[in-house]
Structures are given as structure tokens and as C-alpha cells.
């Protein structure tokens, strides 16, 4: 299972971009980068997922060098309701995604 | 229909006490998992079933009895348990196989155990 490192804290004022990296340098050839945003007392939401380059959703923008070994989760114009901690993860590829959540970024969005 | 449905939402229960929390999808998921989240750490996964089979159990006390009835449905029955198993368990499901796979969770049981 690829490890993954990411800051611990992140502070971001309103309508400003937010990048937030994650480092995996021993991602497997198969796996997918995969990020999920969590608010207190419910379920990990899926955010956005790439393999390389960059992806981009109506929520969020992924980066991925071409090395893969990190990826950078943008999001554009955040909100107070964006609060939230983020989880960057590198999940198996196989019959079942065994999902494995580090440390996660708590993201705090002030006015 | 994109939802995982877990109940109930809220679960207090003594240490003698025996209780389910159930879990239902109707995404055509054929990989279903539980995760334990203590307050403010990350969700820790518990156990796998791919296609309604156990794939992964990540060391978990006996007290802890999975099962999944059908492709559907997923149970995890609780005996015996302590009060630091008090935690939010979390229900996801998922299309099993390679490639990219979203895992969809559900909102979470909050266990309190007395």
C-alpha cells in the first residue's frame, strides 16, 4: 500500500485558491490518486480521483507529475463550507479498494 | 440511487449487550467495507467483502462479527464490546475491480459503548 504525506494543517481565507500536496513516492503502477474531504460525524466524501496530468471537476482540480511520486488537490474559491479535512490516498487496485487514510489536511476557510 | 444507507444513527449500549448495525446499497456494489473513525483520527479499516465474501479482516477482536447476507446488504454484529470500541463506524461500497473506482461511504453509526 502506498504511504502518503500531507500537511497537517492548512489555513485559507475566503475566495482564495487552496493547493494542498501529497507526497506518495512509492505508488504502484496500478494505483489511482484519490482525495476525499470529511466534516465532522459523517462519511469521507469523494472529491476527485487521476492516474496522471491533471483532472479537473465542477469541486476541484488534480495535479500529478509525470514521476507521480505527488499530486496537488487545487480548489478554487473556497467557502467557510469548506472547512473540512482532506484525504489524500493512493487505494490497491484490485477485486476491492482497500482504502487506507493517513493523517488527512484539516483545512480551516476563515471570513 | 448514489447512497449508502447506514442505521440506526445512533447506538448506545452496555457491555453485555448484544447489537447489529446494518448497512444497504443499491449501486450494484459488489465490494462492501467497514471502517472504525475515533474522534479526530482517520478512518481505520476493519474488514472487506468482495463479492459477499470476506477478503480482508484487518485484525479485529472476535467481539466484531461481520456479515454480508447478500450483495446488498452488509451487517456487523457487535458482543461483548469495551467502551474504548466507542467510535463512528463507518459503511462504504464500491465496484469491485480495477481502474478507477469511486468508494462511496455512508454517514456513519456513532456507537457509544457504557
Known amino acids: 500500500l502506498a504511504k502518503t504525506t500531507q500537511p497537517i494543517s492548512m489555513d485559507s481565507y475566503e475566495g482564495q485558491e487552496v493547493n494542498i500536496t501529497c507526497s506518495h513516492n512509492?505508488?504502484?503502477?496500478?494505483?489511482?490518486i484519490t482525495w476525499y474531504q470529511q466534516f465532522p460525524s459523517q462519511g469521507p466524501r469523494f472529491i476527485i480521483q487521476?492516474?496522471?496530468t491533471k483532472v479537473t471537476n465542477e469541486v476541484a482540480s488534480l495535479f500529478i507529475p509525470a514521476d507521480r511520486k505527488s499530486s496537488t488537490l487545487s480548489l478554487p474559491r473556497v467557502s467557510l463550507s469548506d472547512t473540512a479535512v482532506y484525504y489524500c490516498?493512493?487505494?490497491?487496485?484490485?477485486?476491492?479498494?482497500?482504502?487506507?487514510f493517513g493523517s488527512g489536511t484539516q483545512l480551516t476557510v476563515l471570513p | 440511487d448514489t447512497e449508502v444507507t447506514q442505521t440506526p444513527k445512533h447506538l448506545v449500549m452496555g457491555m453485555t449487550n448484544k447489537k447489529s448495525l446494518k448497512c444497504e446499497q443499491h449501486?450494484?456494489?459488489?465490494?462492501m467495507y467497514w471502517y472504525k473513525q475515533k474522534a479526530k483520527k482517520p478512518p481505520e479499516l476493519m474488514f472487506v467483502?468482495?463479492?459477499?465474501?470476506?477478503?480482508i479482516n484487518e485484525s479485529v477482536p472476535s467481539r466484531f462479527s461481520p456479515e454480508c447476507p447478500n450483495s446488498s446488504l452488509l451487517n456487523l454484529h457487535l458482543h461483548a464490546l469495551q467502551p474504548e470500541d466507542s467510535a463512528l463506524y463507518l459503511c462504504?461500497?464500491?465496484?469491485?475491480?480495477?481502474?478507477?473506482?469511486?468508494?462511496?461511504f455512508g454517514s456513519g453509526t456513532q456507537l457509544s459503548v457504557l
Open positions: 462504504a461500497s464500491s465496484h469491485a475491480g480495477t481502474g478507477e473506482v469511486e468508494v462511496f
Open positions: 487521476g492516474y496522471k
Open positions: 512509492n505508488i504502484a503502477t496500478n494505483d489511482y
Open positions: 490516498l493512493a487505494p490497491t487496485s484490485g477485486s476491492a479498494r482497500q482504502l487506507t
Open positions: 449501486m450494484g456494489h459488489r465490494a
Open positions: 467483502y468482495s463479492y459477499e465474501k470476506l477478503s
